[in-house]
Nanobody, 114 residues
Framework: VQLQASGGGLVQAGGALRLSCKAT????????MTWYRQAPGKQRDLVAR???????TYADSVKGRFIVSRDNVKRRLYLQMNSLESDDTAVYYC?????????WGQGTLVTVSS
């Protein structure tokens, strides 16, 4: 399993970014996928989850601002982040929840300047 996140960067508050995660080594289309984030000095928190059928759920802190999506043909997971706030500054990870263990990508840093 390999998960490669990209698309992070520096953005001003109120701006937008789109993260992408390339997934290989497993049957992407049948698996629920998630995005997590970890701010400096804080625990890693769930941001969004999307089922194989495209049903999405979000952390309360990002509802109405973030949109998770997937392209099963391209084996890509996406996170569209709008109306970014300074509290969104974190390393963002794509994640494959497993039955015996979770699989993590390397993360991509998002920095929101106020």
């Amino acid at each position: 399993v390999q998960l490669q996140a990209s698309g992070g960067g520096l953005v001003q508050a109120g701006g937008a970014l789109r993260l992408s995660c390339k997934a290989t080594g497993f049957n992407f289309s049948i698996n629920t996928m998630t995005w997590y984030r970890q701010a400096p000095g804080k625990q890693r928190d769930l941001v969004a989850r999307i089922t194989s059928r495209g049903l999405a759920t979000y952390a309360d802190s990002v509802k109405g601002r973030f949109i998770v999506s997937r392209d099963n043909v391209k084996r890509r997971l996406y996170l569209q982040m709008n109306s970014l706030e300074s509290d969104d500054t974190a390393v963002y990870y794509c994640n494959l929840p497993g039955t015996t263990r979770d699989y993590w990508g390397q993360g991509t840093l998002v920095t929101v300047s106020s």
